[in-house]
């Protein structure tokens, strides 16, 4: 590690983190040579303060004698007279009574009466926090044979590709799809999809509406392939604009009124997006890394050296244990992708989005989507759908318009999304899989979480 990046990272950790040890290691300290001192003068030991500590007394200790209208030279040819004071005694050098004193060393002796019940912490029932912990509480498992049930999963924005719904198109339904969608958006969409070019599907305002009506119109091949799918459904998740395939296919939205939503949101968030230079990063971590302590510097480089106000960088879709993905500042990202090796981060790799979704940069965008939403009509859904800002079920219509706005701004907890889902007790079956939309990236994510539900997987290819 170079010289100025150690000098960086250490004056950012004084700042912070090791400033609040450092506060500890001093309390600490101070309760030591509290009990030390009053060891001292109870047992009548006949070292002085200076001798056993090695210094004199400390100042904060010093504070306290004083406010008892004693002093430091007080206190210390008291200790050296080796004789306990007696009441009867003129104590005119003490320059108070010995009931000062003694009522000086009791203030600062331990109480015995504190102890380990008696500090908040041991009375937490941490059975009842675990339980919490436990992401399988809110899935819901139906009293049948898993196998015979099923998951939908959609893909999000990143998964498009130049000739995504080509093997759609023979199926019912599809073409309409796309030219409702092209009504609502004023552009040709299938037209970006099959033809490119890959620079204007990669943009925001084109790729959130293309990837969710790609992965609407592979419903209609799901249907054609797996007809049993509908009837058998126990529930469904979107990545991120994926989300809002979740919706329609459950019923809660119409997919007219989805494509106008999406248009909002891509627009609102590609104006965001253009405010600020800023960008998304997968990072691949090991059990030795410091990825937290990696952003923290990447925002105090921001602000510090580059003088960036109000920097972001932080975790904005959970994958999988090993693997993040991090947005923010572009200067935040090139920080982290340029000291890697410096925070123990395995590898990077920069997604081609053209903004830091999911942080606090696309603030701007939450109010045009709200007020979008707030025009739709949202019904009660056939199956659930779990949000990606709890990882829970949507409950009530107003919860939707809550949490939709929510994920802009918070992070996508895909793998946690995993675990409710997937997660069984040993020797269980598991529902069927089907991915709905361009790419196989959920697939991937599946397996990398739980390889034996994985094996009941299958791509709707599109």
């Known amino acids: 590690m170079c010289s100025k990046l150690q000098n960086m990272l250490f004056n950012i950790a004084t700042a912070t983190r090791s400033r609040l040890i450092l506060r500890k290691y001093l309390q600490v300290q101070c309760k030591r040579e509290i009990c030390k001192t009053s060891m001292l003068y109870s047992e009548g030991s006949p070292h002085n303060i200076e001798s056993e500590t090695g210094k004199r007394i400390p100042r904060r200790i010093l504070k306290r004698i004083e406010a008892r209208g004693l002093t430091e030279d007080d206190v210390i040819k ?186 909002v949101r891509a627009e609102a968030m590609q104006r965001a997006s253009e405010i600020i230079p800023s960008g998304m990063m997968t990072v691949f971590v090991g059990h030795n890394s410091i990825l937290n302590f990696a952003m923290l510097a990447a925002r105090e480089y921001c602000s510090q050296k580059l003088h960036i106000r109000d920097p972001v960088c932080c975790i904005a879709n959970y994958l999988y244990s090993d693997c993040k993905v991090i947005a923010g500042n572009e200067e935040a990202l090139q920080f982290i992708e340029d000291n890697k090796q410096d925070f123990n981060i395995k590898r990077t790799k920069r997604l081609p989005v053209s903004g830091a979704f999911h942080t606090q940069l696309m603030e701007s965008a939450c109010e045009p989507v709200v007020k979008a939403l707030k025009n739709v009509e949202i019904k009660k859904p056939l199956f659930r759908v779990h949000s990606n800002v709890t990882t829970k079920r949507y409950h009530t219509n107003s919860e939707v318009v809550k949490l939709l706005r929510q994920q802009i701004v918070k992070p996508v907890k895909w793998e946690q999304i995993l675990h409710t889902l997937y997660s069984r007790q040993q020797g269980e079956n598991f529902p069927s899989t089907y991915e709905v939309g361009p790419g196989k990236q959920m697939g991937t994510l599946l397996k990398v979480v739980n390889s034996k539900a994985h094996q009941s997987y299958t791509n709707i290819d599109v």
Do not use: W
Request: hydrophobic share 35%; net charge neutral.
């Open 78 to 263: 008291f200790q050296g007279s080796h004789q306990p004071i007696s009441p009867n005694k003129d104590n005119s050098i003490l320059m108070g009574s010995t009931d000062d004193l003694k009522l000086l060393v009791d203030d600062m002796v331990v109480k015995e009466s504190v102890t380990r019940n008696d500090f908040p912490s041991d009375k937490v029932d941490y059975t009842e926090i675990k339980k919490t912990r436990d992401q399988t509480i809110t899935a819901f498992r139906p009293k049948t044979n898993p196998q015979d049930t099923s998951l939908i999963l959609f893909p999000g924005q990143g998964s498009q590709f130049v000739g995504m719904g080509k093997k759609l198109l023979a199926y019912n339904g599809v073409k309409d799809l796309f030219e409702m969608a092209s009504d609502v958006l004023g552009y040709d969409l299938l037209d970006i999809c099959l033809n490119g070019p890959k620079s204007q599907l990669d943009k925001t305002v084109v790729c959130q509406p293309a990837v969710f009506v790609t992965s609407m119109a592979a419903v209609e091949k799901l249907h054609k392939l797996h007809p049993q799918v509908m009837k058998n459904c126990t529930g469904t998740a979107g990545f991120s604009v994926g989300e809002y395939s979740s919706l329609v296919f459950s019923g809660m939205l119409t997919f007219r009124d989805a494509v106008r939503v999406v248009k």
